[in-house]
């Protein structure tokens, strides 16, 4: 018989590099979902959880489970409490459609959880580009962009090519046939032609944030 795999939470994540250690909860049982949150809780520490599926929080014991802030869009939870993001917005999220919300709501929910608001900029996809234009001054104020598309994610490019701050672009697997699951919005995003366009993992609002949070201090030295 097996032993089980211990689990060791990397308490000193933010110490080292920024960003705290998220909890990845899919695949991960119930139990040992539990087990980590009493380890966090026994430690006096928050995490944040991605992933996580309302029927895994539900399964959780009830004392964990009400400590839980959670959002079903994102599938996010926050455990423990969390400072409210402090100071105005440095990163805008810009979304093509609202079929990308739930990619964006796990970005703009982990810059939460590590103390940066963020501006929420949606259904600005460029199958309508009068609706980007309308809005691009707004963008270009914006330090870090944060680009969600899917379908042929041409939205980053044109983003890419239209404001001075670092762009990151997230692909989605939104769209029907050939965008096979979000893998031709990555290999449009990976091809483009707008130079210094950061591209992360399929449907990675996490990966996103967390490459603005290792921006942001590097912008803060510059102001």
Known sequence: MSTPTAITLDLERRARIGIEEAVLCAGKTPAQLADILARAEEAERSLLLTRLDAAQRDALPAALAERIDYEALSRTGIFGTVAAPAGEARVAIVSAGTSDQPVCREAARTLAYHGHASAEIGDVGVAGLWRLMNRIDEIRAYPVVIVVAGMDAAL???????????????????????????????????????????????DNGYGAACAALRALPLLARED
Do not use: D, F, K, W
């Open 156 to 202: 980053p490019s044109v983003v890419g090519g239209l404001v001075p701050g670092m762009v990151i672009a997230v692909p989605t697997s939104t769209g029907y046939g050939v965008a096979s699951g979000g893998s031709a919005a990555m290999m449009a995003m990976l091809a483009s032609c707008a130079p210094g366009v950061a591209v992360v993992n399929i």
